[in-house]
């Protein structure tokens, strides 16, 4: 194959995963660097399990994290449909094909029959395999089966495959991520690649779809090592090329268990809802088995991409570290440009009337109370003596004392003489303040306590000056009077 053509093919059964966003992010890098086409296929063969809200939540996640498509849903393309529930009238012509090549043949079992195989297996303590009790039922006994009211599901024969193609029953390929890897086929059952209500399994499906949309390669995770070897034997079956396979370790949680919620958020959306920005995501979903040739963890995709060498993912497995995410968020919420940054966090403001100030400033707002976040919803606590008065609970020690109640007084004396048109003129109003109460014998630091214990109910927090331009002369006579 000349064309580079990988390809996502999340199963909709729920809102994109980030372990799925991992493997499209690694497809979409490789695209990117072998100048090929990264392509979207939702792989609703379980009708049962699929929703269109997850569809939907697959399509805006990816998008958000900046993993467009090249070919797929919404952007069409020329191996289209993308879905595989509207290319269900495909299928049937392969599974002909094998038929008729002898690669597969047609099983009349019933589910109690088939129930009955496993039992036996579990009680003779035997990994369950089909008996292939169907593989040379003549047309006389189909026939009959037929005539009993029942319809046959479509089996492919692993050993005629593996016969045909290979000296003996080990089925090796070179996998990009884990090197060689092997099989014993003899292990793997005959597996059902069209059911008998006519629609194809995963097994099938997938290959006939990436074999028509002519994948080079297949990035995925290794949970479907298993299923890489019945596929080539399928590709080889069918006489097509078999793509390149390369199979990621899985991501595990902190604990080493397998990623779930009970650790935390693990769908792309119930991040972002958390506050996380899609760049830190996406960047820290690449160092889940790459890392860069420099020690420059923080990187966009586009220098991930030039830097992304697939042989050098790691083959072992890795762990997520929300802590590392979050110190991640915290750094892009740092040198994001804050009107880029406005959108995502007003939505983690919307308890407040944010009415009360101007555009400016609330970028203004932001850009003081940024520092110390980790995710977006911090903000609601951090901002949150903007917009409502404070309680002063924490501080009321610090707002007792003679100090305090001086600098509280003297400040309300001063006032009106604050150049509250600009945070420069604040500035000097308030190094006046301090030099004044540094006179008598008061620490700068404790001037500045007062005042912002009074405004605050806390003792860290923004830029004083441009705290007190924000909250202006009204706000800050009204608060200091309430405490005196
Ligand atoms: N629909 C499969 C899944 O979500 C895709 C597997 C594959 O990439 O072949 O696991």
Known sequence: ?????????????????????????????????????????????????????????????????????????DV????GPYTQSERFDLYPKYAQILLEKGFAYEC??????????????????????????????????????????????????????????????????????KGNLQQDTDLIGDFVIMKSNGTPTYNFAVVIDDMLMKISHIIRGEDHISNTFKQILIYEALGAEVPRFGHLGMILAPDRSKLSKRHGATAVSEFVEKGYLTDALVNFVALLGWSPSDSEEIKTVDEIAQDFEISKISSSNSIFEYDKLNWMNGQYIKKMPVEELYDYILPFLKKYDISKYTKAQLLRLIEITREPLT?????????????????????????DTEVSKNVLSYVLDVINSWGFDSEEKIHDDLAQLREHFKAQGIKPKETMWALRSALTGRTRGADMAAL??????DEIIERIKKVL
């Open 1 to 73: 194959m000349t064309e580079t053509r990988v390809r996502i093919a999340p199963s909709p059964s729920g809102n994109l995963h980030v372990g799925t966003a991992r493997t499209a992010l690694f497809n979409y890098l490789y695209a990117k660097k072998n100048n090929g086409k990264f392509i979207l296929r939702i792989e609703d063969t379980d009708a049962e399990r699929t929703s269109q809200e997850y569809i939907d939540n697959i399509f805006d996640s990816l998008k958000a994290l900046g993993l467009n498509w090249d070919e797929g849903p």
């Open 108 to 177: 009349y079992c019933t589910p109690e029959e088939l129930e009955a195989e496993k039992e036996l297996a579990t009680q003779n303590k035997q990994a369950y395999v089909y008996s292939k009790k169907c593989e040379n039922l003549t047309d006389d006994d189909k026939a009959k089966l037929k005539a009993e009211g029942r319809l046959p599901a479509i089996r492919f024969s692993i050993s005629k495959a593996q016969k045909a193609f290979h000296e003996n029953n080990i089925l090796a390929f070179d996998d990009m991520v």
């Open 375 to 399: 995710i977006l919803s911090e903000i609601e606590y951090d901002a949150q003596y903007f917009f409502e008065k404070p309680d002063l609970t924490e501080v009321q020690e610090i707002l």
């Open 76 to 79: 069409g393309g020329e191996y």
């Open 468 to 473: 007190v331009c924000l909250l202006g002369k």
